[in-house]
């Protein structure tokens, strides 16, 4: 749906994404968010965003590892990104700043600052945007 969103609303859209993880919801997902930082350093945050929302089934260390091959990073410097946890004050920060706006689950949308509470559908989502683009 996010790329959608891009796609129809092109340079007007400044989207943002911030790390939330829930462990109880998936245990792995703190880890996950580091991997994506230390792919993120290697210019691949996106690509690797994409691959572990596809194999949300598929976030231990190896596959972890794995992911990162495929995707063509420096899996050393990534294997060791993720061992001496170097950007899990990334994701300590934007927790926090969840936690601070009310965040309580994933996904969280917020528009010009203002928490979305209505449906996350396209066609609701895509107006409420668009009304605010319009405002500016």
């Known amino acids: 749906m996010v790329k ?4 129809r609303l092109g340079p007007q859209l400044q989207y943002v994404f911030r790390h939330f993880p829930v462990p109880s919801v ?3 997902a703190r880890h996950a968010a580091e991997a994506a930082e230390a792919a993120a ?5 996106w690509d ?9 089934s598929m ?5 972890l590892v794995q992911h990162a091959q495929a995707l063509g990073l420096d899996t050393e410097r990534f294997k ?16 926090e700043s969840g936690r601070h706006s ?3 689950g994933t996904p969280t949308f917020f528009i010009n600052g203002r928490r979305h509470d ?18 500016r």
């Not at 959608?4 to 796609?7: G, H, K, L």
């Not at 690797?48 to 949300?56: I, T």
């Open 48 to 56: 690797m965003h994409g691959m572990l929302f596809e194999h949300q």
């Open 118 to 135: 209505d449906t996350y559908e396209l066609d609701v989502l895509l107006p409420a945007i668009q009304r605010a683009i319009d405002a």
């Open 59 to 63: 976030l231990d260390d190896d596959h």
């Open 41 to 45: 350093a290697q210019g691949k945050f």
């Open 102 to 104: 009310r965040v309580n």
């Open 80 to 95: 060791r990104e993720l061992t001496h946890h170097v950007y899990a004050h990334r994701v300590d920060e934007d927790t």
């Open 4 to 7: 959608e969103i891009q796609r």
């Open 26 to 28: 998936h245990p792995h």
